[in-house]
């Protein structure tokens, strides 16, 4: 079974422009999440996507925005990019049960962000 | 809100040696889970081991295992036999039974395997 991939996997964008990374879950799966990762502020959760709606959100601003498709596979968006937006952005699927189920979140490989 | 604290920024071990690595927590929930990531150079991170706070047996995983201590809010992560592979980036993670899949992460312990 292939795993968790994102494109692209590194992206070189300038201050002021707009980004679109995209993520897709291993198949079968229908969480799709995704984390920020700096040097200072460490990792961060952005957001959770399940069966297409926006379940979960972390505390970052507005111009942080993302969505699900029917195929389950994720994209993130980021406008007005500001330098501290540089980062490696990961993404993580899971197959969601009911019940007492630690539901085990496998991540994709990383894009990683430089914004100029 | 819940946090995650990794007070061991390095760590070194010797290869075939046994090394510990610390993480405490802060919670006022009584249902959820932990997880050790392990993130080597190359970026991917994977899941080394994982507890759910209901189960009061430590969890294994081969030469890893957990010593949770709920009472005191920590989630300590041995490597048995350290190998070469076990050098990297080692995350505590937290994540609520309440709160879909939202992991909050600890800072990371940086774990060097001298031969």
């Known amino acids: 079974k292939a795993g968790v991939t994102q494109t692209p996997r590194y992206l070189i964008k300038t201050r002021g422009q707009q980004v679109t990374l995209s993520c897709s879950p291993i198949?079968?799966?229908?969480?799709v999440s995704w984390y920020q990762q700096t040097p200072g502020q460490g990792l961060q959760f952005l957001f959770e996507y399940f069966s297409e709606t926006q379940r979960n959100k972390g505390n970052f601003p507005g111009r942080f925005s993302g969505r699900q498709f029917s195929n389950s596979r994720s994209e993130m968006n980021v406008s007005t990019l500001e330098l501290g937006d540089s980062a490696l952005y990961l993404c993580a699927s899971s197959l969601v049960t009911s019940g007492r189920e630690s539901n085990e979140q496998f991540f994709g490989p990383g894009t990683r962000l430089t914004v100029l | 809100a819940q946090t995650v604290t990794q007070s061991q920024p390095e760590m070194s071990v010797q290869e075939a040696e046994t090394v510990t690595l610390s993480c405490t927590y802060d919670?006022?929930?009584?249902?959820?889970?932990l997880f050790w990531y392990k993130q080597p150079p190359s970026r991917q991170m994977i899941l080394v081991i994982r507890q759910e706070a209901y189960k009061q047996q430590n969890a294994t995983e081969n030469r890893f295992s957990v010593n949770f201590q709920k009472a005191a809010k920590s989630f300590s992560l041995k490597i048995s036999d350290s190998q070469l592979g076990d050098a990297a980036m080692y995350f505590c993670a937290y994540r609520s039974a309440l709160s879909g899949n939202k992991l909050v992460f600890g800072a990371g312990t940086i774990l060097r395997v001298k031969s």
């Open positions: 919670t006022s929930e009584s249902d959820y889970y």
């Open positions: 198949s079968g799966h229908r969480s």
